[in-house]
């Protein structure tokens, strides 16, 4: 059982290039989510999906897209990258019955755009 | 939308003393606080949490408390040790169907001398 595993842990970008954050979880969660934790900050919500082909808006969506086909899998888009997306990025699942309230983290993606 | 405010931003402590950290949070429907911990480098992994519906929860050398009427929790660490030193983020969300969308405190970097 891997739980939740995010690729690339690593990546540099130049503005206004597009990449894809990869995310997958083994667990059959039906809820994934989205964060990103810029250096001595919170977590912030960026999407999130309580199943596949739902996806919802977080608190900072803006230059990101998602998309859920498959319960395991929960990419996130750049496009046009930019330096305030300079980050890193959390992948997170939950389960949809019983305890749900646990989120389980990757182990990010640390991105720098220059 | 929820905001969570987490003080102090650092706190450092000496090893076998008590640590607290206190958050605040806005919105009056919140029903579940969880604490996430995350050392250097690695992913943030829960070590407790607490529902509205009780007052005081307790894990070994750690407690959450609640006062839903000011809407304020705490996390105490009792006999602080060295692998106590991490990153603490306190967090608050309404369990619900859609999922477990937490609003994250900004953290409280902890760092327990031997």
């Known amino acids: 059982n891997a739980g939740v595993t995010q690729t690339p842990k690593f990546r540099i970008l130049k503005i206004g290039q597009s990449m894809t954050l990869q995310c997958t979880q083994d667990m059959n969660h039906n809820y994934m989510y989205w964060y990103r934790q810029d250096p001595g900050m919170g977590l912030k919500l960026i999407y999130y999906?309580?199943?596949?082909?739902?996806?919802d808006k977080g608190e900072v969506p803006n230059g990101y897209n998602v998309s859920r086909s498959t319960t395991e899998d929960f990419p996130l888009r750049l496009e046009l990258a930019a330096p305030s997306q300079t980050s890193v990025y959390f992948c997170?699942?939950?389960?949809?019955?019983?305890?749900?309230?646990?989120?389980?983290f990757g182990s990010g993606t640390q991105l720098s755009v220059l | 939308g929820e905001n969570v405010e987490q003080h102090p931003s650092t706190l450092s402590v000496q090893e076998g003393d008590s640590a607290v950290i206190k958050c605040t949070y806005s919105?009056?429907?919140?029903?579940?606080f969880p604490w996430y911990k995350q050392e250097l480098g690695k992913r943030p992994q829960l070590i407790i949490d607490i529902r509205s519906n009780v007052g005081e929860k307790k894990d070994q050398r750690i407690a959450v408390t609640l006062n839903k009427t000011a809407k304020h929790f705490s996390l105490h660490i009792t006999e602080t040790q060295p692998e106590d030193s991490a990153v603490y983020f306190c967090a608050a969300s309404m369990i619900k169907a859609a999922g477990n969308k937490l609003t994250f405190g900004g953290g409280t970097r902890v760092l327990v001398k031997p």
């Open positions: 997170a699942s939950s389960y949809s019955q019983g305890a749900r309230e646990k989120l389980f």
């Open positions: 919105d009056s429907a919140s029903n579940y």
């Open positions: 999906s309580v199943g596949a082909g739902i996806t």
